[in-house]
């Protein structure tokens, strides 16, 4: 039996990746101490490994900021827009052209948007959406698989290229024009991918592992066709190379029969999330195919349970015997943070329960001792998870009965949407294309040095609390200053939309270094849900309440709503999501009330995190949605008609969903929509989407400043598809991450392109 990882974290185990990003993007650093600090990474991932007993050890699992987007500089997706990056200043390198794909570029002379960013799969992690054209070319461009390869060598490791599959790269990806299919790209594409497996070949490497999530989505005939294509042609190319094929987040189920008929040497499967598709593959695999058993958990934090793990390697062993198998992780351990070593800190009893990636690898090779007649570690593994089931921190009999007595009228406003609508605009007054932000002000160095100094012992919390309300106050009088309708608080307390919720809800549990990659250098650190969660007291209402008595606008109250709460958080495995979300609805309905009680009029209950659970496979999602939208419903729904409640979404496709976002019942609704210019939009119009809605008129995950005219453009696009009436004007997501001046600048232009199309509006209605 071989040892098998997928991928492992690239951030480093301090978050070194990030820091190095953020230096070299504020030119702190250069480009050879940034490809220093990459290196350093990636040898400190392969040495570790191979300390680890791993047999196939990846390389290209490192990333500056995304695979996809690595994957789309290697075979030459590059949008024309770009060219400039590198012919107008010669200075710039291969990483400013990649970066400017990532995060937008305006300097030179030049402004140029980022290329559009979603969802990868059902994770929390972003990436970057390849733009393919009608007549698209693909070239060999950027060779990182082979440097790295080359790297791992020259250290004495012989790795495990890993490459996106071409099919499920090109269905990624999205057309830029209309006329043709992106999957009908596969014959142009196939050459580069060809040229590099030459080249990988050359150097010597053995093992190729070829990422084909899709394989565990539902597929149409041409794309199953596509599979067939790209692997047999790979296959007829390369016959000595060993082809792994890796699935993950979901089961075959009806593509198994089209894997298993693939020529690959060895077929990877998830087997956390979808164990029962194993019994099938065990009766179809061919006699020269081996098998990868995904039997570790690489999106969680929690203990493997051995015994289980080992009857899903012993079936597999009786069927196809030990030559044929391989032990790993069900996915990349990229989801999972670093290093459980250094959490020094957290409860004991529950720190015996957890693994993160580095003790990942260290179960991978447990069990594969134990299925060799190695029983030591089995003892130690079997007390682990005899503590958790019986430790009396998790179960709080009162919590259980109040979600068993959740009654029909739970979910329910009081009156339609109509009836409140014409409450809530006699009460508000607002103009047309009301003008507010998604919630967080950027949190600056000074901001997380207070947080830390607190921490410390160097500030009092009440030398902190002044400290903070002047940092709230002069973020109303700026916003006060440039005409926002609608205000925030700025959210400077907070550190993370869910950690700082979790922290104030029992149940929860924090790391110090947990931190997992969001999306380039943002890291977010996941709270673990270990317990039955409630509310002991207020959470938001002491902050809110002092930034709405420091205006005589409407503020407006930030919650992070319970289906984001619980996608952001490390999640008990012990009971049913849908029965954790219900006890974290409840927390945040209690905390609706009290800001409604404390005379907050706008609460915002943010769930960016519903679509993001969706199930990969269709059959699976009804279930799904009825208890998300659920749930944010109980959370929304104990307040008064004249209270307006708004969500917020970003970086999701709504088409399949979007009757369920409607049953949300949201006052306001506001989602991303700038990277794609609109375009989420039309699944709104065509829906006839009865409630408010902001379309994102600028992207917060870029640097770059977007124009008066740029954002009246877009919302020109939006008047054409929706009631004016409806509209609100909005950036696409919180601002936490940006500087102070880009924010500044963008939010003057949002508000004065506010202002050009009331007056346009006006005028047309006259």
Known sequence: MLKNNLGYPRIGSQRELKKANEAYWSGKITHQDLLKTGRRIRQNNWELQKQAGIDLIPSNDFSFYDQVLDMSLMVGTIPERYAEVLIENT??????????????????????????????????????????????????????????????????????????????????????????????????????????????????????????????????????????????????????????????????????????????????????????????ILTKIPADMSLSLGVIDGRNIWKNDYEKSLAVISEARAVIGDNRLMIAPASSLLHTPVDLDFETEINAEIKNWLAFAKQKLGEISDLH???????????????????????????????????????????????????????????????????????????????????????????????????????????????????????????????????????????????????????????????????????????????????????????????????????????????????????????????????????????QIDEPAIREGLPLRKADRAAYLDWAVRAFRISASGVEDQTQIHTHMCYSEFNDIIQHIAAMDADVITIETSRSQMELLEAFADFKYPNEIGPGVYDIHSPRVPSVTEMVELLDKASALLPVKNLWVNPDCGLKTRKWPETEAALKNMVAAAQAVRELTSQSVK
Request: proline content about 4%; aromatic content about 10%; hydrophobic content about 40%.
């Open 91 to 280: 200075q710039n390198t291969y990483l400013d052209l990649y970066f400017a794909m990532a995060r937008g570029y305006q300097k030179d002379g030049l402004d140029i948007t980022a290329m559009e960013m979603t969802k990868w799969f059902d994770t929390n992690y972003h990436y970057l959406v390849p733009e393919f054209v009608k007549n698209q070319d693909f070239k060999p461009f950027s060779g990182k698989v082979v440097d790295e390869f080359v790297e791992a060598r020259e250290l004495g490791i012989k790795t495990k290229p890993v490459l996106i599959g071409p099919v499920s790269y090109l269905l990624l990806g999205k057309e830029k024009e209309a006329g043709f299919s992106r999957i009908s790209l596969l014959e142009k594409l196939l050459p580069v991918y060809f040229h590099l497996l030459e080249q990988l070949e050359a150097e010597g490497a053995e093992w190729i592992q070829f990422d084909e999530p899709f394989l565990a989505m539902d597929l149409t005939y041409a794309e199953k066709e596509a599979f067939r294509l790209a692997y047999h042609a790979i296959k007829n190319k390369f016959p000595k190379l060993k082809t792994l094929l890796t699935t993950y987040f979901e089961g075959l189920n009806g593509n198994s029969l089209l894997a298993v008929n693939l020529p690959v040497c060895a077929l990877h499967l998830d087997l956390v999330r979808n164990p029962q598709q194993l019994d099938e």
């Open 369 to 603: 001792d134990i299925a060799k007649g190695d029983l030591s570690a089995l003892e130690i593994n079997k007390n682990a998870i005899l503590s958790r089931n019986t430790s009396s921190l998790i179960h709080k009999p009162e919590v259980k009965q109040r979600v068993e007595g959740i009654g029909e009228q739970d979910d329910q406003r009081k009156s339609d949407f109509k009836t409140r609508q014409a409450i809530q605009q006699e009460r508000f007054k607002l103009p047309l294309f009301p003008t507010t932000t998604i919630g967080s002000f950027p949190q600056t160095e000074d901001i997380r040095q207070l947080r830390a100094r607190l921490k410390k012992g160097d500030l009092t919390p009440q030398q902190y609390d002044e400290k903070i309300e002047k940092a709230t106050v002069d973020a109303i009088r700026w916003q006060e200053e440039i005409g926002i309708d609608v205000l925030v608080h700025g959210e400077f307390e907070r550190n993370d939309m869910v950690e700082y919720f979790g922290e104030r809800l029992d149940g929860f549990l924090f790391t110090k270094n947990g931190w997992v990659q969001s999306y380039g250098s943002r890291c977010v650190k996941p709270p673990v849900i270990y317990g039955d969660i409630s509310r002991p007291e207020d959470m938001t209402v002491r902050w809110s309440s002092f930034a709405q008595a420091n205006t005589d606008k409407l503020m407006k109250g930030m919650l992070t709503g319970p289906v984001t709460i619980l996608q952001w958080s490390f999640v008990r495995d012990d009971q049913p999501r849908s029965v954790t979300t219900n006890q974290i609805a409840l927390a945040i309905r209690d905390e609706v009330v009290a800001l409604e009680k404390a005379g907050i009029k706008v609460i």
